[in-house]
């Protein structure tokens, strides 16, 4: 799996952006954001010093915030143990069955 520059979403075409520290508006005493994602922006950010994986992984944790979202799943949105538990199994599902693989 690569790092895509834009994603589609229910439509809506997301930039994703590596950036050195990503802070998030919402949250400014979080000093440890591997990312965040600004929907009225459609804007991803993912944390540059991270490597690879957990870029890869990241994107898909902020992917499942904008998919509850915008299926009006809103009440689950913030819910970060349930996003970062579904990021982690569909991650390894990826990564460890050679999934969408070029």
Do not use: C
């Not at 799996?1 to 994703?16: A, C, E, K, L, Q």
């Amino acid at each position: 799996m690569r790092m895509p520059n834009n994603i589609r979403v229910y439509g809506i075409v997301y930039h994703v952006n590596i950036v050195s520290n990503p802070h998030d508006p919402e949250f400014p005493e979080d000093e440890n954001t591997w990312g965040y994602t600004d929907l009225n922006r459609a804007n991803i950010f993912i944390n540059s010093e991270l490597d690879k994986n957990h870029q890869k992984q990241t994107l898909i944790h902020e992917l499942i915030h904008i998919m509850l979202w915008e299926s009006g799943k809103t009440s689950l949105y913030n819910d970060e143990n349930l996003v970062t538990s579904l990021a982690n199994s569909i991650f390894e599902l990826i990564q460890g069955n050679s999934l969408f693989v070029n």
